[in-house]
Nanobody
């Protein structure tokens, strides 16, 4: 079992930055792929970014490529999402997820956090 708790969300102006964190419980954190997903009001949840167990492999949605960076610290059981050049369309609830699958498919991630709200004002 893995429990995930996100933090770092908030309100920011367009062009600003936020850093999301996701703290994981459990001894096997380093064996999981970690992903970030987001869900905007009235829309389906969508993939944002993923990082493999070692931190060496990453995937990004085209909409965030070049602006967001995912990273992990296995010693601290934590995954991060650095978000720069934020846009109003980045407004959403951001979810952290863990799984043994490395990819963009939401259904392949077994564990989920409760989410943290990110609001970007224009």
């Amino acid at each position: 079992q893995v429990q995930l708790v996100e933090s770092g969300g908030g309100l920011v102006q367009a062009g600003g930055s936020l850093r999301l964190s996701c703290a994981a419980s459990g001894r096997t954190f380093s064996s999981y792929t970690m992903g970030w997903f987001r869900q905007a009001p009235g829309k389906e949840r969508e993939f944002v970014a993923a990082v493999g167990w070692s931190g060496g492999n990453t995937l990004y949605a085209d909409s965030v490529k070049g602006r967001f960076t995912i990273s992990r610290d296995n010693a601290k059981n934590t995954v991060f999402l650095q978000m720069n050049s934020l846009k109003p369309e980045d407004t959403a609830v951001y979810y952290c997820a863990a799984g043994v699958y490395f990819g963009t498919s939401e259904g392949r991630y077994a564990y989920w956090g409760q989410g943290t709200q990110v609001t970007v004002s224009s």
